[in-house]
Structures are given as structure tokens and as C-alpha cells.
């Protein structure tokens, strides 16, 4: 059973790196909503395996914002990107962030507190 086991995960491990990875995530309250800027590494390979956007979350699973990358940044990683406007709840003092590609899906949770 042991062997059977690490088996599966020497083969789960080549697909968790190639996942996008939420390195940092900064949010900044304004007038008009929060703007987070999110910094998300992966192993970009061109148009067929890219990071393809972002996701704000509430701690319910609510999606509060989205933030779609539209092409490959295979020569600048990490990179960070930025979304505006986003209207998350004054009770809501803690969200997730996750980027996700366009062969693996999501990445790891970022958990950032707000207040």
C-alpha cells in the first residue's frame, strides 16, 4: 500500500507545478471599491499553457471578482496584474485569491486579510 502511494504522488507532482501560483496580493479601499493587484507565477509555455486570469473570492465561495489574462507571460514571471472596482461586502474581512490556467484549472487558495 506504502509503494502504491508514493507512486501516485511522484505522479501527481510534475501536474502541481504546473499550476498557477499566487505569490502576493495587495487590496486598497477606494470610493468606488477595492483594487487588488495579485502577483500569480507559472510556468507560462505559450498560447497552449498559460495562466489565463484570476479570481477574488469571499470566504462563502462567492466570486467577487475576476480578472481574465489575455495572453501568455512566458518571459515575465512572476507578473502582476491589477483589478478595480470590486464591490466586496463591508462584513467581509477576508478573501481568497486563486489564478487559474487554461490546462490545469485553479491553483492554490491565497487567503488575504482585508481589514
Not at 507545478?17 to 502577483?39: I, K, S
Not at 497552449?48 to 475576476?66: K, M, Q, S
Amino acid at each position: 500500500m506504502r509503494i502504491l502511494f508514493s507512486f501516485v504522488l511522484l505522479l501527481a507532482t510534475p501536474a502541481l507545478a504546473d499550476l498557477p501560483m499566487v505569490e502576493d496580493a495587495v487590496a486598497t479601499q477606494a470610493r468606488d471599491g477595492w483594487t487588488f493587484a495579485v502577483t500569480v507565477r507559472h510556468a507560462d509555455t505559450g498560447w497552449e499553457h498559460y495562466a489565463d486570469g484570476w479570481t477574488v473570492f469571499a470566504p462563502d465561495g462567492t466570486e467577487l471578482g475576476y480578472r481574465k489574462l489575455v495572453h501568455p507571460h512566458e518571459t515575465e514571471q512572476p507578473f502582476t496584474r491589477s483589478l478595480s472596482g470590486v464591490d466586496v461586502p463591508e462584513d467581509v474581512a477576508q478573501v481568497t485569491v486563486r489564478a487559474h490556467d487554461n490546462v490545469h484549472g485553479w491553483g492554490e487558495d491565497y487567503v488575504l486579510d482585508l481589514r
